[in-house]
């Protein structure tokens, strides 16, 4: 399975941006990049996910380098209830489950 | 369209009695995930279903792990002679192929084993 490496933790201030960084150095031609987070007892919840151009959303923008080789999540506003654990996932969308595998991720404290 | 729903959210049970959780995939969603989580570590994943075959399952689901999606819509984790070690949260998951693929998860059910 294709591995990510990302921050332990992060901090950052409310209505401040933040930019959650990932490095994917042995993704492959067809794994794309996704990210979740998970709020403290919940389920993890989806946030976006791209190939190779860069994405946005209501909730997030997701920057890819143009080697593919990292990304960066970038939350624009963050907000108190932003303050979750988020995992950023290589999927390989040919053939077989098409699970995702889950690292540690990066703990996102907001400070008020 | 109420999302994967979960039952139990929570379950205390003694060391080595059986438990069953049950999960409710979104409406049409014809692929079925089932994943452990312990405190402090990422979601693992266990098993995958397609419609009502099992088609993936982890190392980790020993033989007292046993998932059921009989008509391919919920599907049911059953553990036998529970352990300490199995007191986690599971959590499932659910697919479309024909809505983009995106995975989305339950709130998850809470196992303590005492």
């Known amino acids: 399975d294709a591995k990510t490496t990302q921050p332990n933790s992060m901090e950052s201030n409310e209505e401040e941006p933040v930019h959650l960084p990932c490095n994917h150095s042995?993704?492959?031609?067809?794994?794309?990049i996704h990210w979740y987070r998970q709020l403290p007892s919940q389920g993890p919840e989806y946030v976006i996910h791209?190939?190779?151009s860069n994405v946005n959303n209501r909730m997030a923008s997701l920057a890819i380098a143009e080697d593919r080789k990292s990304s960066t999540l970038i939350l624009h506003r963050a907000t108190l209830r932003d303050a979750a654990v988020y995992y950023c996932?290589?999927?390989?969308?040919?053939?077989?489950?098409?699970?995702?595998?889950f690292g540690k991720g990066t703990k996102l404290t907001v400070n008020p | 369209d109420t999302g994967v729903s979960q039952d139990p959210r929570h379950k205390i049970t003694k060391r080595g009695q059986n438990v069953t959780f049950r999960c409710d995939p979104i409406?049409?969603?014809?692929?079925l995930y089932w994943y452990r989580q312990t405190l402090g570590q990422g979601p693992e994943f266990l098993t995958y279903?397609?419609?009502?075959?099992?088609?993936?399952k982890s190392r980790l689901l020993s033989d007292r792990f046993s998932a059921e999606r009989p008509k391919g819509s919920f599907s049911t984790l059953e553990i036998q002679r529970t352990e300490q070690g199995d007191s986690a949260m599971y959590l499932c998951?659910?697919?479309?192929?024909?809505?983009?693929?995106?995975?989305?998860f339950g709130e998850g059910s809470w196992l303590t084993v005492v």
């Open positions: 042995t993704i492959s031609g067809t794994d794309y």
């Open positions: 409406s049409e969603h014809n692929r």
């Open positions: 279903f397609q419609n009502e075959a099992q088609l993936e």
């Open positions: 791209g190939l190779t």
């Open positions: 996932i290589l999927r390989d969308v040919q053939g077989g489950s098409e699970k995702l595998v």
């Open positions: 998951a659910s697919s479309s192929s024909r809505s983009g693929n995106t995975i989305y």
